[in-house]
């Protein structure tokens, strides 16, 4: 059963849950993309690696870019909260 939110408490918005599970999502994929890279390059992992073709310059690219765009959308939803609060506090 849910409970139903307090006065103090704002709903959370579907942006806010977009947010929130993109950047996590690009978090998890950029983690699983780094640890192929070290499993492909490590001793006994892929002998035949090229990184230099097929796949693994888009995995290389996800783990350099991922991380920044995730934290930016971590900052875009703390500072939208942040903003969505004041404005609540400031009408009461």
Excluded: H
Excluded at 8 to 34: E, K
Excluded at 46 to 53: G, H, I, R, S
Aim: one cysteine or more.
């Amino acid at each position: 059963m849910s409970t139903p939110p307090s006065a103090g408490d704002l709903p959370v918005r579907r942006i806010d849950r977009i947010l929130a599970f993109m950047s996590l999502g690009l978090l998890v994929l950029s983690v699983v993309c780094f640890f192929s890279i070290i499993i492909a390059s490590g001793p006994g992992g892929l002998e035949q690696a090229d990184f230099a073709t097929g796949f693994w310059p888009v995995v290389t690219l996800i783990v350099y870019v991922a991380p920044p765009i995730a934290f930016a959308l971590l900052l875009t939803l703390l500072i939208m909260t942040f903003v969505r609060r004041g404005r609540a506090n400031k009408g009461r």
